[in-house]
């Protein structure tokens, strides 16, 4: 039973196989019913990493697309970490939670020291205290840091607790020998993205990544690159540092958001590039953005070789044995998926970033629980959102297959499967409905909307329907 926003009344009114006796139903006059027989409901998805851009800035993309797709993939609460304009995107996280605008509720974390507050950068303690002084003024819920000196960093994370505000940081490669995870966190740091600064954290035979003498950090091939070799150069798996970084953190109480999807294209750059949604989904200013370009963030395969996609899969198989350890012994690890860059399209990411957490060990159950509850708790709405219960916002994601069995069915496309009866291949699943703050979504209608925007878009740059091409340049031409 919903009422308003909240959840106010659940009842179980009978058993599988066996028909609803109406006397078990609950009352409620006047009340509007809808019937999900056979479907499966679930609460409502925290991203605990999202990007949202103006339409006129880099990608191009209108931000109504982005919500849309995070809408219609389950998506009702998320944290928005980094922003060109951080004014605008505490104005849009506003309209959103008051429903004047379709998606999930946000919560706004500028980027510190990266220019979104119209404030210079800053260069010394006090001026790092004001800059997170002037975001908690302007709104904003929590900070993300990407790096500084010392001073500067310990100086903002410190003042960023005392004004009440969440944080989380990317370890940047060109900043994590000022402080790695253990460092941030003993500062008060309560969360971290992706992986850098973790494998920093457990090396026992340098100080320093090995990098090649040649290599430059805004070569973004480099960067990336030399980023998938990190991981072997950490202590090994289940070894006294590995498990003395992990033990810490916990106690600590600190949270991971892998972001596993932001970086899959590098071990599989086929797969990612020619997923079954971007023909349909992707719009073409974004597939612009992820084609190979020397100035576009996320864009380095200048020549991508099988050498690099193997070394990152070796990363993968470490870092995910870091998450999964982390989990089994209590650690607090969300879902993220900073979309919206690498092939990682808004929306079907997240669900992508869930099923690498099950490729990582975690159970369907586990992956759900991190997908809600946990990214609650690290987001501190716990007490509003991320399970179904009397009291908590009507946030729900209903889908008719069952996503403990395959949760391909939570992909805007579906999956496949053989129907034996009439021998046809077919597609299921795709979630049904959303429904944040007691509204209730038809996400099929949303996704056939998105759909429409990128058929117009195609249509008015003259691009036939059909796989966007990755080089505009054929063999031997």
Known sequence: MIEDDKITQIAVVGAPLLAIDPENRPEAEGAEEIDVSGSYILPGFVDTHLHLHHAEAGQGVPSDYIMKLWLSHGITSGRAVGSDDTEWMVETAERSAANEI???????????NRGSLGMDAATTP??????????????????????????I????LEEAEKQGLNSTMHHAQIAVTQADVMDTSAHGLRSMEH??????????????????????????????????????????????????????????????SPTFTAYLTSRDFMRMSRAVWHDEYTMPALWDWYRPNRDAHGSYWFYWTLEDEVDWQENYDLWMQFVNDYKNKGGRVTVGSDSGYIYNLYGFGYVQEMELLREAGFSPLEVLHAATLVGAQQLDIADEVGSVQV??????????????????????????????????????????????????????????????????????????????PIATVAQGE
């Open 126 to 151: 006090e001026e790092a205290r004001e800059q997170i002084r002037a975001m908690k003024r302007m709104g904003a819920d929590g900070v993300k840091f990407i790096g500084a000196p010392e001073n």
């Open 102 to 112: 379709t998606g999930p509720r946000l919560q706004v974390y500028p980027m510190f």
């Open 391 to 468: 009291g908590k916002k009507a946030d729900l994601v209903i889908v008719p297959e069952n996503p403990l069995q395959n949760l391909h069915v939570l992909l805007g496309t579906g999956t496949i499967r053989l129907n034996d009866e009439t021998g046809e291949v077919e597609r299921v699943g795709g979630i049904s409905h959303v429904v944040k703050d007691g509204i209730v979504y038809d996400a099929r209608e949303l996704r056939r909307q998105i759909r429409d925007m990128v058929a117009e878009e195609k249509e008015k740059r003259d691009i036939p329907p059909g796989p966007m």
């Open 195 to 256: 992986w850098y600064g973790l494998p920093e954290a457990m090396f026992e035979d340098k100080q320093i990544q090995d990098y090649p003498n040649d290599y430059i950090y805004q070569n973004e091939q480099h960067r990336f690159g030399e980023a998938g070799r990190l991981w072997r150069q950490a202590a090994k798996p289940g070894s006294e540092r590995w498990n003395e970084v992990i033990d810490t953190l916990i106690e600590r109480d600190f949270g991971i």
């Open 153 to 156: 960093l310990f100086a903002a």
